[in-house]
């Protein structure tokens, strides 16, 4: 069965940190594209940040500095860490792989083929 599993959200209060994990099973991570996306309550999914099959990184301005995407292909694990949270970063967060590996990444859920079921991240003023 192909899916990927993100796991590491919960409550957390603002200016604390988490990491968030996605791990595939039946599809491999090595040579494709990831991407991490959110999306609030009453609003569309959007990009937070993206890391391409050879390591190139891309953020949204709105969370430049505060997260970091990784990746481990021989744990076929992609990684988002998140620090210095603010309330607006609450959402549910969902991890993505393209059918592509390219040389930039990119930011619309349209290019991205599988998805992750999601986990939420509530912040605390």
């Known amino acids: 069965q192909v899916q990927l599993v993100e796991s590491g959200g919960g409550l957390v209060q603002a200016g604390g940190s988490l990491r968030l994990s996605c791990a595939a099973s039946g599809l491999t991570l090595r040579g494709y594209d990831m991407g991490w996306f959110r999306q609030a309550a009453g609003k569309e999914r959007e990009f937070v940040g993206g890391?391409?099959?050879?390591?190139?990184?891309s953020y949204a301005d709105s969370v430049k500095g505060r997260f970091t995407v990784a990746r481990d292909n021989a744990k076929n694990t992609a990684y988002l860490q998140i620090n210095s949270l603010k309330p607006e970063d609450t959402a549910v967060y969902y991890c993505?792989?393209?059918?592509?590996?390219?040389?930039?990444?990119?930011?619309?859920?349209?290019?991205?083929?599988?998805w992750g079921q999601g986990t939420q991240v509530t912040v605390s003023s």
């Open positions: 890391i391409t099959w050879s390591g190139s990184t």
């Open positions: 993505a792989r393209r059918n592509y590996g390219d040389y930039w990444v990119r930011q619309r859920p349209a290019d991205y083929r599988y």
